[in-house]
């Protein structure tokens, strides 16, 4: 564990407001795998502080896996089910077999994205976390910031903060 010092928080506090305005620019409701993968070596990055332990050890890393993903998963079983299934069944169980699945790929195409991956809605509620941690540690005065610093990293923590809290209100 290493202590969180004055210039890393400060770059924290920077990184999060950056980090809000990027995930505002995506749609809500779907997975973006660069954000995720984004978003999990700043995880890894934040588990390093010990006073961000007991708020990160929480958060889960982010699922890059997106609706096509899974889609192609399913079509590759779909054909593959189909390829060595062919000689064993029927005509008319293969056909029962070939539109149970191609149901199945309809159900999984309406599937929310927030149950197999990370949504940026998701993404965003993590970050907030970061950010309300954070800034409780400003407020408890622990990092001794000169009274400049202690205002700039309060007003880019409000800002990812009213940045996040909008965008979570906008996407419900």
């Known amino acids: 564990m290493a ?16 980090r809000a305005l990027e995930l505002a620019r995506h749609d809500q409701h779907r997975v973006v795998p660069s954000q ?6 700043w995880l890894a990055e934040l588990q390093k ?6 708020t990160v050890e929480k958060l889960s890393p982010a699922r890059p896996i997106t609706r096509w993903h899974v889609m192609g998963g399913v079509s590759l079983v779909w054909i593959l089910v189909i ?3 062919g000689q064993e069944l029927g005509l008319n169980s293969q ?16 599937l929310p994205e927030r149950l197999y991956g990370t949504t940026t809605e998701q993404l965003e509620g993590k970050v907030l976390r970061v950010v309300e941690t ?5 407020q408890s005065q622990e990092m001794g910031f ?3 610093a202690f205002f700039q990293v309060k007003d880019n ?15 419900h």
């Open 3 to 18: 202590e969180l010092t004055r210039k890393e928080f400060y770059q924290l506090a920077i990184d999060c407001r950056e």
């Open 83 to 85: 390829w060595f299934s």
């Open 157 to 171: 923590l409000q800002a990812a903060h009213e940045e996040l809290r909008q965008q979570i209100h906008l996407a």
């Open 49 to 54: 502080y010990e006073r961000l332990a007991e």
């Open 36 to 41: 995720c993968q984004e978003f999990n070596p």
């Open 134 to 138: 954070l800034e409780k540690i400003l």
């Open 146 to 148: 000169t009274e400049a």
């Open 95 to 110: 056909r029962a077999l070939s539109f149970t699945l191609a149901g199945l790929l309809i159900l999984v195409y309406f």
